[in-house]
């Protein structure tokens, strides 16, 4: 069993920066992939990044390609996202994801990832 619990988030204007911390808890934690997840009001979850068990693999999604940056600190048991140049269409609930160990390649699709935090609340003002 994977603990995932989020932090980070809050209100920025927009080019600002915030970073999203993801500390998990479980045996599982360093054999799987993560991700980070994002739902804005009245739209389905949308994927946003994923990080191999090792680091060496990211993939973004093309919104937010050399803005946000994925990474993970597996002695920590943590994950997070570096979001740079924030804009109000970023503003969203934020949930980080786990696969456990089943899975060592970057995924994009809610299916593969068994585990989920509880989300947190980021808005960028305009």
């Known amino acids: 069993q994977v603990q995932l619990v989020e932090s980070g988030g809050g209100l920025v204007q927009a080019g600002g920066s915030l970073r999203l911390s993801c500390a998990a808890s479980g045996r599982t934690f360093t054999s799987g992939t993560m991700g980070w997840f994002r739902q804005a009001p009245g739209k389905e979850r949308e994927f946003v990044a994923t990080i191999t068990w090792s680091g060496s693999s990211t993939y973004y999604t093309d919104s937010v390609k050399g803005r946000f940056t994925i990474s993970r600190d597996n002695a920590k048991n943590t994950v997070y996202l570096q979001m740079n140049s924030l804009r109000p269409e970023d503003t969203a609930v934020y949930y980080c994801?786990?696969?456990?160990?089943?899975?060592?390649?970057?995924?994009?699709?809610?299916?593969?990832?068994?585990?989920w935090g509880q989300g947190t609340q980021v808005t960028v003002s305009s």
């Open positions: 994801a786990a696969t456990g160990p089943s899975y060592s390649t970057v995924l994009v699709t809610t299916t593969p990832y068994k585990y």
